[in-house]
């Protein structure tokens, strides 16, 4: 792997990893002088960039451990969602929430904070119960919700160690129905927030133009078996699935229409089994905000539209409820994340990134840890900031998980 995902960060070194056991990688960490783990390689800066070793976790056993409680499952860090999922269901469990993609690995999100959506649905790292890591001097090392610093250690940047296994809370398994309302005014939207938040397990809200009087999408996904009511006027979408990106592929979204399946083939916004969204044509970006201010933060970006338009191919707006995980975007609050995806035109996307956090600058946004920003001071941003900055220090004192992007974040 010479580039991540979209193509826009080539790595600095081509010195690879791919251990097969547990072992293996606690020898090739303690060895190390400089190791950075990399997932798939689905964020869009440089996060998972290392000037000495990059090492992959996929290669590691598969096995889903489900626990005799059957609270929770032990699953590999370097699986991707769709596999976990399947696992899971076969068990007849499932995971309470997901990323849209199926495709990125477990670790990797949990790592960045990456997320799903609903009002009563923290994001995908609030599910970790344990997480077993290779530390820098190659001890493996498990730590459990309610330990030391395990608030710290969740969304954790790869700044302490190699994750090999987490254990996630679980749940019996359950159906969902996605449907799809499209052209809802922007006055009702923002008068009507909460109401469409909370009216389903989760939604997102969709716009392709900040400057059209309606949002594109609003998707609804809900356990009932009726067609949810929609609190605004718009208008209902019968097709089998659309998707929210202009021109894409609607054949690599999940079923919509109000067809009811297993979560782990309607939570996800993209089929597993289909190239996602733009195939890697793009950039992303996203900012987390106080959820009571959502409506207030979105009438102001509309007013930067035509700065924010000419880069954009879509964006989503999600919610997500509150955590204790130091580098969460929700932590200590129910939280709004406002995502963006670009078209993969940096020059309009730096434009872009300063007009859009011009506008949310007054409700405190938060950035998310693997997608593009243009605030350089990303930890000042997050309450715990310096509580991780010495959290990370005492794990790794040499700077051994360090890479160009911890170097910035945390201080060379």
């Known amino acids: 792997m010479n580039t991540n995902w979209a193509g826009n960060i080539r790595f600095s070194t081509d010195q690879t990893a791919r251990p097969r056991t547990v072992a293996e990688l606690q020898e090739t960490v303690a060895?190390?002088?400089?190791?950075?783990?990399?997932?798939?390689?689905?964020?869009?800066?440089?996060?998972?960039?290392?000037?000495?070793?990059?090492?992959?976790?996929?290669?590691?056993?598969?096995?889903?451990?489900?626990?005799?409680?059957?609270?929770?499952?032990?699953?590999?860090?370097?699986?991707?969602?769709?596999?976990?999922?399947?696992a899971l269901h076969a068990e007849g469990l499932a995971l309470g929430n997901t990323g849209s993609l199926p495709h990125i690995s477990v670790g990797g999100a949990v790592a960045t904070g990456t997320h799903g959506s609903g009002d009563r649905n923290p994001a995908f790292s609030g599910y970790v119960a344990a997480i077993e890591y290779v530390r820098a001097d190659g001890e493996l090392l498990t730590l459990s919700r309610g330990d030391d610093a395990f608030d710290g250690s969740v969304v954790a940047l790869g700044a302490l160690g190699i994750a090999v296994r987490l254990h996630l809370d679980v749940r019996p398994a359950f159906d969902l129905r996605q449907d799809l309302f499209l052209d809802a005014p922007w006055e009702p939207v923002l008068n009507n927030f909460d109401a469409i938040t909370a009216g389903a397990y989760s939604a997102s809200l969709f716009i392709q133009d900040w400057a059209a009087p309606a949002l594109t999408q609003i998707l609804l996904k809900t356990t009932g078996t009726a067609r949810p009511d929609l609190?605004?006027?718009?208008?209902?979408?019968?097709?089998?699935?659309?998707?929210?990106?202009?021109?894409?592929?609607?054949?690599?979204?999940?079923?919509?229409?109000?067809?009811?399946?297993p979560w782990h083939e309607r939570l996800p916004h993209f089929r597993h089994d289909a190239a996602p969204s733009n195939a890697g044509d793009e950039l992303q970006s996203e900012y987390f905000i106080d959820r009571a201010h959502a409506p207030a933060a979105l009438d102001a970006l509309r007013t930067y539209a035509d700065a924010i338009n000419p880069a954009l191919l879509v964006s989503e707006i999600r919610t997500l409820a509150a955590d204790g995980l130091w580098l969460s975007g929700a932590y200590k609050r129910d939280t709004a994340a406002v995502h963006f995806?670009?078209?993969?035109?940096?020059?309009?996307?730096?434009?872009?990134?300063?007009?859009?956090?011009?506008?949310?600058?007054?409700?405190?946004?938060?950035?998310?840890?693997?997608?593009?920003?243009?605030?350089?001071?990303?930890l000042a941003r997050f309450?715990?900031?310096?509580?991780f900055r010495e959290l990370a220090d005492h794990a790794d004192p040499?700077?051994?998980?360090?890479?160009?992007?911890?170097?910035?974040?945390l201080g060379a």
Request: aromatic share 6%; glycine share 8%.
């Open 31 to 86: 060895a190390a002088r400089r190791i950075r783990a990399v997932g798939t390689g689905h964020s869009f800066n440089d996060i998972a960039d290392s000037k000495g070793l990059m090492v992959s976790v996929a290669d590691l056993p598969a096995h889903v451990d489900v626990a005799p409680d059957r609270r929770t499952a032990a699953v590999p860090a370097g699986a991707p969602f769709a596999h976990v999922a399947r």
């Open 231 to 261: 609190p605004v006027p718009a208008r209902y979408s019968t097709a089998r699935a659309v998707s929210p990106v202009a021109g894409a592929d609607d054949d690599t979204v999940t079923r919509q229409g109000g067809a009811r399946g």
């Open 341 to 378: 995806t670009w078209k993969p035109h940096m020059d309009a996307v730096r434009t872009a990134l300063t007009a859009v956090e011009h506008a949310l600058a007054p409700y405190d946004p938060r950035p998310h840890w693997g997608k593009l920003a243009a605030d350089p001071d990303r």
């Open 383 to 387: 309450p715990r900031g310096r509580a």
């Open 398 to 409: 040499t700077g051994k998980f360090r890479g160009p992007f911890l170097d910035r974040v």
